[in-house]
């Protein structure tokens, strides 16, 4: 059975940059398709960015694009989410999620089969 953890979450002033990670237990990710979403008091559910299970495609909310960039490891069985010039509208609890079937698209979907605990991020000054 996949389980997910993520790490990395923090306090970071605006502007500045944090890097999620999401470490893979219990099966291989190499034929999941994965993703990153969020969730801030109040708001809904966002998916923030997603990749195929062969890298090919990626995908990135408009909020985000251009500021973070998805990635994974294979031979690590790990997953990350980097994010760069940071704003307070950022501020959320950020999930790792993975799924054989949902695909990576426009906008990215947050609807998977599986996910961690989640990592809180905090922007602020």
């Known amino acids: 059975q996949l389980q997910l953890v993520e790490s990395g979450g923090g306090l970071v002033q605006p502007g500045g940059s944090l890097r999620l990670s999401c470490a893979a237990s219990?099966?291989?990710?190499?034929?999941?398709?994965i993703g990153w979403f969020r969730q801030a008091p109040g708001r809904e559910r966002e998916g923030v960015s997603c990749m195929n299970n062969d890298g090919r495609e990626t995908n990135y909310a408009d909020s985000v694009k251009g500021r973070f960039t998805i990635s994974r490891d294979n031979a690590k069985n790990t997953v990350y989410l980097l994010m760069n010039n940071l704003k307070p509208e950022d501020t959320a609890v950020y999930y790792c999620a993975a799924d054989t079937m949902r695909l990576c698209e426009h906008p990215p979907p947050f609807d998977y089969d599986s996910w961690g605990q989640g990592t809180q991020v905090t922007v602020s000054s």
């Open positions: 219990g099966v291989t990710l190499d034929y999941y398709n």
